[in-house]
């Protein structure tokens, strides 16, 4: 077969996950489409992985997709003629403290109302269910009997096979060493000399895959570590199961392990707290089915657990201790989607160990993507719009990437926040807020502020009542009845200018855009379906001229919609997120605490009115509006005059607030936010926010919103037990069955319960009807709590 030079589609990489999209793609009834690998398919992480498939996860998302991956796994061989070694062994999960049981309780609570059967069972069961285990320190466990393994090679064979008997064409040993752009778009790939032209192009690289996106100029944060386990010869513990008996895969996550039978012997891995990083530049240009050196000495403190947990590994002769690199991303989320810089160049990767649990469900929503142009499910939390490129820095991605692999088994506690590359991004106040006694946590690069306790009231973390909460409610109580900065430096600010600005804005936001000069707007961007990409608000500053100010998770993702929105119009657009801090000050002494920093006059503004000001020595715009819902401002200050504007706002006895006290705040005033309420696949409608769309303006996915039915609503949840505290993701039940999940909760302060806020698709009459609804029930760790909802927000509806 000879190289193409034109194909509609190229996919670089033929590991599981280039495989999956190939299949995927063809399956839908794509031609034309071109595999290229450097090596040999499988041989750069895929060959070697454990095969280890666990259904229970800790988001929708994740377990949706591996759901599909197992029941692919499961149909595969019938029809390619290919195995898959799929084997449903079940999986046995341990808990040895409180809280690990609570986790795992979340995630069978959540795979429940997904319809996945697991049963909570104590340490006799376990030890059943696993005789080779040492129990005494096992409190209860997890047995997830639809969990299996498979042989990753054979997946990715069986993936490839199904692809190639639907015309998709396989290169070995074609490595690209380019790739080419005509217009800023991607057009082709470089294989030596020879190109072939394309219309997209999929990096699945794995571990190279940040190199090569690098050829077109597009940002892939992902990072190398090793990953090891043990495999041993055959055990006679192992051989007396009987032939073809399987045990489980065994999870034992208070002691980073896990652990499964193999050819009669054990394998065991490890997830180790110190983990050993893995430049690129260490691995050879041709490896391929290559292993990395043992290493016992890194190994041991796993060894030794692994003893513990299963004695009879003493006895056991050591085959090899198998060292891999596989790549880590710096939430430990994968990442899939369309280069924000590159239009048509697709990317997925940084698949953190569960690649080939992920390949079948992520390597189908891939190729969906790539056929719609947009995400056919909710993918936010693996969205490659997450990273913007001041994230892709290798100095940050060297230090993080180790504790990305060491916390893989971590507890999702509130206030958990990675240590290592931490000060990336920086607030204007950054030293105000230090001095003031601020706890700071990553998200996104940026050091957030959550609460002002420092560091003796954060810790310990646990699922129950947090440390801080007294601390939180005065933070709280400032924002109602003082006046607390709340530092918003964060949000992506984007300054759009140009002759056409308003009528580009009017086709990109919902809203109206045409207000007056000094008019701030709150507005939300669809997608063609109609789905909510960003809820943003929007300064006038002059006839030509405005100032966007968006989260800041969501910046990359907006500019992306802009610049597919632009069009013929003469517009200008630009991230000047840099360029200034932004600072709520919240709460009834608000108006008198700026007054005092200056002898000019505060503006009188309506609500959503903004103006010129100073504060001290510093000039701003100040915005009368809030992020919390209470009384407020907002302030706008230049960043190398923000510290200025931050000590003449102390100076006339301001004090501060974190997320946890804005976030409870925002809760209890119904206030939506991006990635919970709000999200690609969710309409205005659906969030209660149809209110804001100015029919007529001919914004994007105005007809797919308008008229359309709405099957689901976004409400408030009160819980009447004050013990229920919800974790994440908890699925909510009317009437016996299941009517949805909640998407944010906080402990409210005013109610002394937790609030939440959840999309709901039940009963939708009566919440249309009555203010309040009884009845509900949120299951956390597999217990339920009664709760009350209602579609207005909280403070509101359960007074
Ligand atoms: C020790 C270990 C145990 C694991 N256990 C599990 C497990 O139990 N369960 C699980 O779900 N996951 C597990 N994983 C993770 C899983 O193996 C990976 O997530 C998965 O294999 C990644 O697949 P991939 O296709 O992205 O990468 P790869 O398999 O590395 O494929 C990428 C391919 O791209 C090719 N390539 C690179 N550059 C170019 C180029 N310029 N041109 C053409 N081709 C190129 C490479 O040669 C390679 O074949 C484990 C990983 C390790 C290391």
Redesign the pocket.
């Known amino acids: 077969m000879t190289l193409p030079t034109h194909a509609r589609t190229v996919i ?7 495989c999956s999209i190939a299949y995927h793609l063809a399956r839908e009834g794509r031609t034309d489409i071109v595999v ?4 040999k ?6 060959w ?6 666990r259904r229970l996860r800790p988001s929708a998302t994740l377990t949706k997709l591996i759901n599909y991956s197992i029941d692919l796994y499961g149909e595969l061989e019938r029809e390619t003629g290919q195995a898959t070694g799929w084997t449903q062994t079940g999986s046995l999960t341990l808990a040895t403290n409180p809280d690990r049981l609570t986790n795992i309780k979340c995630q069978v609570s959540l795979g429940r109302a997904f319809g996945l059967e697991a049963e909570v069972v104590d340490a006799a069961r376990a030890k059943d269910l696993w005789p080779l285990i040492e129990v005494d320190d096992v409190i209860g466990a997890v047995w997830s009997p639809s969990d299996g393994r498979v042989n ?1 090679s054979d997946v990715a064979l069986a993936l490839s096979k199904g692809a190639k008997s639907r015309g998709v064409k396989f290169f070995e040993d ?4 380019g790739l080419q752009k005509k217009g800023g778009r991607i057009s082709g790939v470089e294989i030596g000399p020879h190109v072939i032209e394309a219309d997209e192009v999929v990096i ?5 895959s940040r190199d ?1 996106a690098e050829m077109a100029g597009a940002h892939m944060p992902l990072y190398g570590c090793e ?3 043990i495999l041993t010869k055959p055990l006679a513990e192992v051989q007396a199961l009987g032939k073809g008996a399987h045990l489980p895969t065994l999870n034992d996550q208070d002691a980073f392990l896990y652990a499964r039978d193999d050819v009669e012997g054990l394998l065991v ?1 490890s997830f180790e707290p110190h983990a050993k990083g893995l430049p690129l530049s260490r691995l050879p240009a041709d490896f ?1 089915f290559d292993l990395l050196d043992e290493d016992w000495d890194h190994f041991m403190p796993m060894m030794e657990n692994a003893l513990r947990r299963i004695p009879a590994l003493e006895q056991a002769e050591v085959r090899m201790l ?1 060292n ?3 790549s880590f991303t710096l939430d430990s989320q994968f990442m899939l989607g369309e280069s924000p810089e590159v239009p048509g160049l697709f990317l997925m ?1 940084g ?1 953190n ?7 079948g469900g992520a390597g189908k929503a891939m190729a969906e993507w790539i056929i719609a142009g947009e995400p056919t499910m909710e993918l936010n939390e693996a969205d490659i719009r997450r990273f913007s490129p001041e994230m892709n820095v290798l100095g940050a991605l060297e230090a993080r990437i180790p504790e990305v692999l060491g916390r893989h088994y971590d507890n999702p506690y509130q206030g958990r926040s990675m240590e290592t590359a931490r000060g990336q991004r920086r607030s204007p106040i950054h030293t105000g807020l230090v001095a003031a006694g601020a706890r700071f946590e990553e998200r996104g690069g940026w050091e957030r502020v959550v609460h002002f306790g420092g560091e003796n009231v954060h810790f310990p973390l646990s699922f129950g009542i947090p440390t801080w909460r007294d601390q939180v409610g005065q933070e709280v109580e400032a924002c109602k009845t003082g006046a607390a900065i709340l530092d918003q430096s964060a949000f992506g600010k984007i300054m759009v200018q140009g002759p056409d600005a308003c009528a580009f804005l009017n086709h990109l936001c919902a809203a109206q855009m045409d207000v007056a000069l000094g008019r701030i707007a709150y507005t939300q961007i669809l997608n063609a379906q109609g789905g909510v990409e960003s809820d943003l608000t929007v300064q006038r500053h002059g006839a030509d001229c405005y100032l966007l100010v968006v989260g800041a998770a969501e910046v990359v993702r907006v500019l992306k919609r802009m610049r597919e929105t632009k069009g013929a119009h003469h517009v200008e657009f630009t991230d000047v997120t840099s360029g200034y801090a932004i600072l709520g000050l919240a709460g009834a002494d608000a108006k008198r605490v700026l007054q005092a920093t200056t002898t000019v006059h505060l503006p009188v503004l309506n609500r959503f009115q903004f103006a010129p000001f100073e504060i001290g020595l510093a000039r701003c715009w100040v915005g009368k509006l809030s992020f919390t819902g209470e009384e407020g401002y907002e302030l706008y200050i230049p960043s190398d005059m923000a510290m200025a504007a931050h000590e003449a706002l102390v100076a006339a006895g301001a004090s501060h607030a974190g997320l946890y006290a804005s976030g409870s705040l925002r809760i209890e005033s119904g206030y939506r936010a991006f990635g919970h309420e709000l999200s690609p696949g969710t309409t205005p409608q659906e969030a209660g926010l149809g209110a804001f769309c100015a029919f007529g303006t001919g914004f994007v996915g105005e007809e797919a919103v308008k008229d359309r039915a709405v099957n689901r609503r976004i409400v408030s949840i009160l819980f009447d037990d004050p013990n229920a505290i919800p974790i994440h993701d908890e699925p909510i039940y009317f009437a016996g069955q299941v009517v949805g999940q909640i998407t944010s909760a906080a402990w409210s302060y005013r109610f002394g319960r937790s609030v939440a806020l959840a999309m709901v698709t039940a009963p939708l009459d009566q919440l249309g009807t009555h203010t309040v609804v009884d009845g509900f029930a949120v299951e956390i760790a597999c217990s339920r709590f009664t709760a009350k909802a209602s579609l207005n927000p909280a403070k509101e509806a359960f007074v």
């Open positions: 670089i990489g033929g590991g599981v996950i280039g290229l690998e450097r090596s398919l499988t041989s750069g992480t895929t070697h992985a454990a095969g280890l498939v990753p074609t490595a690209v060493t699945a690289c794995g571990l190279w090569v990953h090891f386990y891995g391929s198998l891999g690199p596989e990767g698949m160990s569960t690649g080939i649990a992920l390949a």
